[in-house]
């Protein structure tokens, strides 16, 4: 895929997800009754598919208090854009990140993670967007 296809490619996933995830306020100046997408995250990334052909995944996760994921990789970069609440990952050899609700970061691809609602009492809900090769597995499990 060219790089400019790539890019093009990747805005309209920012957009999307900033658009579908959030409600949008509009701005001040803006035409009443139309609403303007906001940005939420804008990070260069390595390790995108290079395929003529990718698969585009938007997927949301619901964590009760205390609950986290299982201990794992991807093979490519993972968006995650918190809805509600506050999500903590690990990232092996990495400090803590905590990303609140309206935040969004970018996962690493090839690196060890695990996920945590670290709350005891409120729900954490995030939309994930991962664009990979086709037939991709989401992620690759860690013992």
């Not at 296809?5 to 409600?23: E, F, H, M, Q, S």
């Not at 619901?62 to 990952?89: A, I, K, M, N, Q």
Request: aromatic share 4%; net charge positive.
């Amino acid at each position: 895929m060219h790089k400019r296809c790539k890019i093009r490619l990747l805005a309209n996933i920012a957009v999307l997800g900033a658009t579908c995830a959030a409600p949008v306020r509009p701005a001040q100046a803006q035409e009443p009754g139309l609403a303007k997408p906001a940005l939420v995250l804008e990070q260069i990334v390595e390790g995108m598919p290079a395929e003529t052909r990718q698969s585009v995944r938007v997927l949301t996760a619901t964590f009760r208090p205390g609950d986290r994921t299982v201990r794992h990789t991807h093979r490519f970069p993972v968006t995650v854009y918190v809805l509600e609440g506050t999500f903590t990952l690990e990232l092996q050899g990495r400090a803590p990140l905590t990303v609140r609700a309206g935040e969004a970061m970018v996962e690493p691809p090839d690196t060890e993670m695990i996920g945590y609602n670290r709350s005891a009492t409120d729900l954490t809900k995030v939309m994930i967007v991962y664009v990979s090769a086709p037939n991709t597995p989401f992620l690759d499990m860690l013992h």
